[in-house]
């Protein structure tokens, strides 16, 4: 799936998210949720986006799930399973959120890495986290 420069690549960008999870989750869901409003249905606790506190908890969650995803990247449905049967099977998010997702996080990527976030990196996190959302997904079917 990932050659070994796209694998040190999200291994790199990861390391520049590490220990700032919530907030790029946080600003990951603030940007979703104002750019495509249709997904706070999957979010009624935090659809106010008036308490920072649950959006940065979220966030983090959300965040933590990619790092478990970037450190197991050889093993993405052992590691995602019990996240792809909640999101099929009890959440039951449409899978056509997924990219709407992806797309938010490059835009948070890109802003907050700027120049370090290249193109070369940008093109090996959309496959990753492409991947990501395959696995996701699986359950659905």
Not at 77 to 98: G, I, K, Q, T
Request: charged share 15%.
């Amino acid at each position: 799936m990932l050659s070994a420069q796209e694998r040190a690549q999200i291994a790199q960008v990861w390391d520049l998210i590490a220990g700032h999870e919530a907030q790029f989750g946080a600003e990951l869901l603030l940007r979703l949720f104002t750019v495509y409003p249709s997904t706070k249905v999957y979010f009624p606790h935090l659809s106010s986006c008036q308490d920072a506190t649950q959006l940065l908890s979220h966030g983090q969650r959300m965040l933590a799930a990619v790092g478990a995803a970037v450190q197991h990247m050889d093993h993405l449905r052992a590691a995602l399973s019990p996240l792809a049967d909640l999101h099929a099977l009890v959440l039951r998010v449409d899978p056509a959120n997924f990219p709407l997702l992806i797309q938010c996080f490059h835009v948070v990527l890109a802003s907050h890495l700027q120049d370090e976030f290249t193109v070369e990196m940008q093109a090996a996190w959309d496959k990753f986290l492409t991947g990501v959302a395959v696995v996701l997904t699986e359950k659905y079917r």
